[in-house]
């Protein structure tokens, strides 16, 4: 059973458009969200978080939405680069809960291609 | 270096031998993290150590997957008796705390099990 869900395994996008990657939770519980960014044979890179008393933040071209009604949240890069192309993982935690609750579980990920 | 360090990068072994996977967390770092990526899928938890707390378990895939962090820093984890499906790459996160803030991952180590 996924906790963590990202449904697009892959988006292609032309360069200097927006790119929106999407992630979807079941875990009432977490209360802290991350993105991170992988290249090919590196380890994850972090994005960018968001705690669940917040409803969006924001970095530079990166932009995290979070809807706690609907346990989803949406990563906005804008506008996007062709560096930007990786594999860009969803991740949560019950970070208040310390303890077992504070293993950070992943999504599957979206592959994102930006086109020149 | 200042950030996570797994070795050995690349392991191959023969199926059915033990290996040992290492990770050095960022000094001072008191939360440790191990996952697995095989080809093509996600990031799938193996097990998580927090401090003194015990650790979460629960994300290993059989009784051949063991752990442990001596001392608070290093981690090993061990697989025993290995299988072919066990390839994958493995993937070592620390981070400051277990309170609202990110994990540095290792470069990982790739095992491949012929």
């Known amino acids: 059973d996924q906790q963590v869900k990202q449904n697009s395994p892959s988006l292609s996008v032309q360069e200097g458009r927006i790119s929106i990657l999407n992630c979807d939770y079941t875990?009432?519980?977490?209360?802290?969200f991350l993105w991170y960014k992988k290249y090919p044979a590196e380890g994850p890179t972090f994005l960018i978080s968001i705690s669940s008393i917040k409803d969006k933040n924001e970095d530079g071209r990166f932009t995290v939405f979070l809807n706690k009604s609907a346990k989803h949240l949406s990563l906005h890069i804008v506008p996007s680069q062709p560096g930007d192309s990786a594999v860009y993982f969803c991740a949560a935690s019950a970070m208040k809960y310390g303890g077992s609750q504070g293993n950070l579980i992943f999504g599957k990920g979206t592959k994102l291609s930006v086109k020149p | 270096g200042a950030g996570v360090s797994q070795s050995p990068s690349n392991k191959v072994t023969e199926k059915g031998k033990d290996v040992e996977l290492r990770c050095d967390p960022i000094s001072g770092h008191t939360a440790l993290y191990w996952y697995r990526q095989s080809l093509g899928q996600g990031l799938e938890f193996l097990i998580y150590?927090?401090?003194?707390?015990?650790?979460?378990k629960s994300g290993l895939p059989s009784d051949r997957f063991s752990a442990e962090r001596t001392g608070g820093s290093v981690s090993t984890l061990t697989i025993q008796r290995t299988q072919q499906e066990d390839s994958a790459v493995y993937l070592c996160?620390?981070?400051?705390?277990?309170?609202?803030?990110?994990?540095?991952f290792g470069q990982g180590t790739r095992l491949t099990v012929v």
């Open positions: 150590f927090q401090g003194n707390s015990a650790p979460d």
């Open positions: 875990n009432s519980m977490f209360d802290y």
């Open positions: 996160a620390s981070s400051p705390s277990n309170m609202n803030t990110e994990a540095f």
